[in-house]
């Protein structure tokens, strides 16, 4: 039998309601792996003013700790940056006594606008994605992390819900990768 992987589940998605990528992988996410905290920053934050503490205690009972969001201008939300800002304090998660987060798994799930084959060097977008993720794996590592990787869904756009065929495999996509990070957790 397999161990399934406590794992807290950091959703930074300023609406998150209105997210057709985000939401979607998120359910279907949810299907296949029950043993996962859910950590929605906006709601939980909408002012900005982060419970460190409690957010400690949330990293210090996972094993993974996967981080949702969309990329904005080739990073994640405010919010998010305010939570490593403020959560992953020296002498927390980095420093000679900031161990905390030792061994534990950080995977990223992101959603781009841009077609994924957009990311490339000489592209539209000009940086793979690799590129574009190499400071959340930097990030892991300053913090003793073992880097899991991302994954990320691209192509998104509300023009797609006027063209019914395109719509309803995008929501494929989506739940593809749902399904996909919850397999990948639970490897």
Known sequence: M??????LYVIAHPNLKQS??????????????SNTEY???????????????AEQEKLVSAETIILQFPMYWYNCPS???????????????YGSKGKALQGKKLLLSITVGAPEEAFQEGGFQNY?????????????????MTWDGFMVTGGLSYILKEKPEEYKAMIKKLEHHG?????????
């Open 20 to 33: 057709l990528g985000n939401k979607t992988i998120i359910e279907a996410y949810k299907k296949l792996h």
């Open 179 to 187: 399904q996909a990070l919850a397999e990948k957790v639970n490897e």
């Open 39 to 53: 950590d929605d920053l906006y709601s939980l934050y909408p002012d900005y003013k982060i419970d460190v503490k």
């Open 2 to 7: 397999t161990k399934v992987s406590k794992v």
């Open 79 to 93: 919010l998010l940056r305010k939570w490593f800002e403020d959560v992953l304090e020296h002498g927390f998660a």
């Open 128 to 144: 793979t994605l690799e590129d574009l993720t190499k400071g959340f794996r930097q990030l892991g590592n300053l913090c003793n």
